[in-house]
């Protein structure tokens, strides 16, 4: 079963936790977060942030819940769950995405829409291609045209992109218009151009991960290289920095192109609330994932978590772990020791 870390838990952390205790006794006295959990690897329920079980693991699935509601499936249909175990609204949809600025994706037969938090119908299911809302702004596709609604339904903006439409991220989106990478601002004016052969990810804290040929950097939103492409895979930015793969080990970069953390990491996380979670290598690399031809995937032995100068915080000793939230992190069975 999984279970929750939080600062106090770590005997390393006798200092750490004078400066965050606060925040996370708030949290555990709140009630209101729920944490994905499996039994078995194959029915689901939630528990709260004291480890107490919000509801029975009977789900064929669930997702980690936004906005007080968790995303659930039985039978292949999909519903949402309060904090209290209950459902809030029916599993009645064929698919549906989890909450996000009040409303979620919902699919009904062979069309998507968006309902509120009551389980409304608030902006109707006509649409063959609806995203999360990002920004206060959706993309959508109705009939052959993409375009950006808001909340209610209106067209913020008809979609300039030719292909590959993206959706909105700090306040930009990334497209491509022809045989151009372009950015957009929420107006629709186009704020960048990258040159040819550029791919773009999606913005956070003003730039964005680009590929060219088979390195990757960051631009800003005006198409501008802030950061040159000389990693061989690249992250967003949180929190002032960025996960960056150099040699087949993962470090973390500042937004002026300078490697805080060196590489030394099998796999990172997202800087959250001031820790990093971060998987320790393999002794024996020929245990790595082959996927395919010049694709493969670098085991790690043991999760822990660094804080933003590298310096370890909480020991590497988990199975599988995930980024903190709200002062508390998930994680799934403690590693094989070395001793």
């Not at 109705?142 to 903006?157: C, K, S, T, V, W």
């Not at 990334?174 to 957009?184: C, E, F, P, T």
């Not at 790690?300 to 660094?306: C, P």
């Not at 939230?325 to 070395?338: E, I, P, T």
Request: charged share 20%; net charge negative.
């Amino acid at each position: 079963m999984k279970s929750l870390v939080n600062y106090h838990q770590s005997n390393m952390l006798a200092c750490f936790c004078l400066l965050f205790g606060i925040c996370c006794s708030n949290v555990l006295s709140e009630g209101g977060a729920m944490f994905p959990i499996t039994l078995n690897h194959k029915t689901w329920g939630y528990m709260d942030a004291s480890g107490k079980q919000l509801c029975p693991c009977n789900y064929d699935n669930a997702l980690p819940a936004t906005e007080g509601l968790g995303c659930v499936w039985l039978d292949k249909k999909v519903g949402f769950i309060d904090a209290t175990g209950k459902v809030q609204i029916p599993l009645v949809y064929d698919h549906a995405e989890p909450f996000s600025d009040g409303r979620a994706v919902v699919k009904i037969k062979d069309r998507f829409g968006y309902i509120d938090s009551q389980g409304s119908l608030v902006i109707p299911a006509k649409y063959s291609v609806a995203l999360t809302f990002s920004d206060g702004l959706a993309l959508v596709k109705y009939e052959d045209a993409h375009a950006y609604i808001d909340r209610f339904g209106n067209e913020a903006l008809a979609s300039p992109f030719t292909s590959r439409h993206g959706g909105f991220h700090d306040g930009h989106a990334v497209g491509r218009l022809n045989d151009a990478s372009v950015v957009i601002d929420k107006s629709g004016k186009i704020t960048g151009e990258a040159r040819s052969g550029t791919h773009m990810s999606y913005f956070s804290e003003g730039l964005c991960p680009i590929e060219i040929g088979d390195r990757m950097g960051y631009m800003n939103t005006r198409c501008e290289i802030v950061i040159k492409p000389e990693f061989d895979s690249a992250h967003i930015f949180s929190e002032g920095l960025a996960g960056v793969k150099v040699g087949g080990k993962w470090g973390f970069t500042d937004r002026n192109g300078k490697l805080v953390i060196q590489p030394r990491y099998a796999k990172v996380g997202y800087c959250r609330e001031g820790l990093i979670r971060v998987g320790l290598p393999e002794d024996n690399p020929s245990t790595d994932i082959t996927l395919g031809e010049g694709f493969s995937v670098t085991r790690a032995k043991a999760y822990g978590y660094i804080d933003k100068s590298g310096k370890l915080q909480i020991a590497a000793s988990f199975e599988m772990t995930e980024d903190f939230r709200d002062g508390l992190a998930l994680h799934s069975g403690r590693a094989a020791s070395d001793t």
